[in-house]
């Protein structure tokens, strides 16, 4: 049987993993085992995703990124180069916290900039925006933008990865796909047309 993605001969995958139809994984990489990797992903070189990680569709991880037992990302998600997330909340070399790991869920379209590092039980909500070298400490709202050591929140963005201006009246228009956003009750939503 012919396999429908792309891995480089110096990649390794593991027993158990499924990756999607168009998926490209490069040089150096390791996707462990159980992984879910979806369609038309693109895993960059030194890579490791850790057992049972889950992947969306469309999602772009770029060199030297660390992707641990507990993360998924949904579909579109970019993560840039190396980012990382933990795990484990207190670890010691000393002591065994396998089995321990806590979840970090990042939604679709979220962007994770480079050097950024998301501590664990901190999910990313869509379309986020993590700032370069940010260290991530708490939970990230839908359309937010965050930056600094550690990350607060600066503002918010747009699905084409704008900065949103919004009016008096709690609306925005992002400035390239002229999609317009309703900031209420501190959330931002997209507004169908």
Same mark, same amino acid.
């Given at each position: 049987?012919?396999?429908?993605?792309?891995?480089?001969?110096?990649? +390794?995958?593991?027993?158990?993993?499924?990756?999607?139809?168009?998926?490209?994984?490069?040089?150096?990489?390791?996707?462990?085992?159980?992984?879910?990797?979806?369609?038309?992903?693109?895993?960059?070189? *030194?890579?490791?995703?850790? &057992?049972?990680?889950? /992947?969306? *569709?469309?999602?772009?991880?770029?060199?030297?990124?660390?992707? +641990?037992?507990?993360?998924?990302?949904?579909?579109?998600?970019?993560?840039?180069?190396?980012?990382?997330?933990?795990?484990?909340?207190? &670890?010691?070399?000393?002591?065994?916290?396998?089995?321990?790991?806590?979840?970090?869920?990042?939604?679709?379209?979220?962007?994770?900039?480079? *050097?950024?590092?998301?501590?664990?039980?901190?999910?990313?909500?869509? +379309?986020?925006?993590?700032?370069?070298?940010?260290?991530?400490?708490?939970?990230?709202?839908?359309?937010?933008?965050?930056?600094?050591? &550690?990350?607060?929140?600066?503002?918010?963005?747009?699905?084409?990865?704008?900065? /949103? *201006?919004?009016?008096?009246?709690?609306?925005?228009?992002?400035?390239?796909?002229?999609?317009?956003?309703? /900031?209420?009750?501190?959330?931002?939503?997209?507004?169908?047309?």
């Amino acid at each position: 049987m012919e396999k429908d993605f792309f891995a480089h001969e110096s990649a +390794y995958i593991d027993e158990g993993c499924i990756i999607g139809k168009g998926t490209k994984i490069w040089h150096f990489s390791h996707i462990m085992n159980n992984c879910s990797i979806g369609e038309n992903c693109n895993i960059g070189q *030194n890579v490791v995703i850790s &057992p049972e990680v889950q /992947l969306g *569709n469309n999602v772009k991880i770029q060199n030297n990124v660390s992707v +641990y037992t507990g993360v998924t990302c949904d579909d579109d998600v970019f993560l840039g180069p190396s980012c990382v997330f933990t795990n484990v909340i207190n &670890p010691r070399s000393g002591v065994n916290r396998r089995g321990q790991y806590s979840k970090t869920h990042v939604g679709k379209g979220a962007s994770i900039g480079a *050097n950024a590092t998301i501590v664990c039980g901190n999910n990313i909500g869509k +379309y986020a925006f993590i700032g370069a070298g940010a260290v991530v400490t708490k939970e990230v709202p839908d359309y937010a933008l965050l930056v600094g050591n &550690p990350a607060k929140q600066l503002g918010w963005m747009s699905e084409y990865g704008h900065r /949103l *201006n919004f009016s008096s009246t709690g609306t925005a228009t992002c400035e390239e796909s002229g999609q317009i956003y309703l /900031l209420k009750d501190g959330k931002v939503t997209r507004l169908v047309e």
